[in-house]
């Protein structure tokens, strides 16, 4: 029987070039994807019976819930934000960063006394389930779509959930970290029926990429 293509959705960006150097690494070649002057969405390799695809980070685990992808490369804000039914099953280590609550210092004491405060973010599930689940605090989320630190700069809320990765966006701006919510890094996500049906490849493939991680 002719091997099925295993299909690959990858988050735009630095992720997606990141992980095709971490699979080239396996042998396994995607150039032509590498050419930045491209527009093509979707890359074959023939050979290895694969295929590749780029789309919105967020997006990706939609694709991997309803099969459209069998294996996803994503950040595990996007996977905690977007709460698809997936398994999550390799941490790659790459894109390290902390999901956490900024501001100005001056915010620290609005949670500490568990006030009804403005959170803006690019995460509102995030935000949301940290606030209301595990700090029992109601707060107002709003959905911005990013440069959130302009939040609490222009008055528009009191704090922030955000990405921090070296911090200087904080610190030019004044503002900081007043609580850490959890770390993050690119994850390796696949669908709950292709793990059955082709559990000796994706398992194979996980066992390669954790050797050279
Ligand atoms: C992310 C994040 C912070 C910044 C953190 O934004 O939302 O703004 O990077 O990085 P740092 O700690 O190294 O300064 P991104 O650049 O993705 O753009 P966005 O603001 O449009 O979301």
Do not use: W
């Amino acid at each position: 029987m002719e091997e099925r293509y295993l299909t690959f959705a990858l988050g735009k960006g630095r992720l997606a070039n990141t992980t095709l150097d971490l699979f080239e690494k396996l042998g396994i070649t995607m150039t032509e994807m590498k050419d930045k002057s491209t527009r093509k969405l979707i890359f074959v390799n023939e050979e290895l019976k694969l295929k590749f695809f780029l789309a919105k980070g967020p997006d990706v685990p939609t694709y991997v819930e309803y099969g459209a992808a069998d294996i996803g490369v994503v950040g595990k804000d996007t996977i905690m934000e977007e709460n698809r039914r997936v398994f999550e099953v390799l941490d790659l280590g790459f894109g390290k960063c902390r999901m956490c609550v900024c501001g100005p210092a001056s915010a620290k004491e609005l949670l500490q006394h568990h006030e009804r405060i403005r959170v803006a973010s690019k995460y509102p599930m995030i935000a949301k389930d940290y606030f209301y689940n595990k700090k029992h605090q109601t707060v107002d989320i709003i959905k911005l779509n990013g440069s959130v630190e302009l939040g609490p700069i222009v008055g528009l809320s009191d704090v922030i959930v955000d990405i921090v990765e070296t911090g200087s966006t904080l610190k030019e701006n004044g503002l900081e970290v007043l609580e850490e919510i959890c770390p993050l890094s690119a994850r390796m996500i696949v669908n709950q029926v292709s793990m059955r049906m082709e559990y000796d490849r994706i398992n194979k493939l996980i066992h390669d990429l954790k050797g050279v991680l």
